[in-house]
């Protein structure tokens, strides 16, 4: 079916509220059985039952729908949060004595659920530079079970070869699950190279207006039913109707925003890696970028996040940069309709905290909707004060 068509009518039965053309917000936490033989009836799947909303809400059963269309999947859940869906995917996957390997910096609550959390419960885990497969088949161990990939992260970008890591965990038997946040469903679905499991934060692209914290998981029937009646339902991951459709309205024009985030942070990379004052830029479908190739031949676009790294040899340069921006806005996360600015300088020299790993003259760029002149010509004042 085409991106278009499942955006905007998918799932979409409207016999079913009075014809009504936007679908109806079903704000309701349990549902009634008409006789002991319906609720019987639900009792026996409570995925495709309406029981109680921390299970199934026909409002969050649409976006479902449309997800799992998007994703090429069979079936999908939405849950409160990209955080959620990943724990979700990964406790689902995992027993006491496991191991796990992970691609190096993953998103950073990705790498607490992975070195924080879950060797309290006796998982142990392997982070490897995931852009050489040849590391990941060096860390495979006999109790090694699952291969969690990141393709591209957030701020270095960093690609795997999903096709090759695919044929690598096929053959040791390793569940795969990818965080496609970032590229999101219009420009990569891992699904067609063979991964088991694809989440997202929707909060970012999916939603797309800064209003929403939410994830996604899509994968086949059976693991999906997995991951409903375990971790769904028993850690209580739910997200309310409400939230779903806020989703649901941003979804709508999901190709518009992507690809206008898309098409203008081209530009805005190109005009950074000519910029006298940038010592790097990393851009994954920019052919400065190292892995260029890959990124080409995986992805058929890339998303709005640029980091480059200012050339300056004084945090005052970096200083004086941030403070002379206007229209980009100081913030964490990406994905909404508004440009962002997250400069590493902001994670350094917090009392009491060590500073980030990440140099502090670097600075992510999220390119919004905002039009290209807008924000060129906030980055050249900027620039001159460098
Ligand atoms: C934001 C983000 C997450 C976490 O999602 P939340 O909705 O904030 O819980 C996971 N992965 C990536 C790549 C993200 O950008």
Redesign the pocket.
Known sequence: MDINEILTHLGEDRSLYFNAVAPPVIQSSNFVFNTIEEMRAAFSDELTHHIYTRGNNPTVEILRKKIAALEHAEDALVVG????A?AASVIANIKTGDHIICVQKP?S??FKLITKLLPRFGVDYTFVDGRDVKNILNAIKPNTCLLYL?SP??LTFEIQDLAACVKLAKKHNLVTII?N??ASPLYQQPIDFGIDIVIH????YLNGHSDV???VICSNSKMIKKIFESELMTLGMTISPHDANLILRGLRTLTLRVNQSYTTAQEIAGFLYKHPKVEKIYFPLHPSFEQYDLAKRQMSGCGGLITFQLKTAEKEGVLRFIQNIKRFLIAV??GGYESLMMPYIGFHDIPGIPDSPVHWSVIRLYIGLESKHYLLDDLNTAFDEV
Do not use: C, L
């Open positions: 949060s990209g955080a959620a990943v998103y609550w990705t990141e992260n957030t965080d946040s970032h934060s929707a909060t970012k914290v939410a994830g996360s990406w």
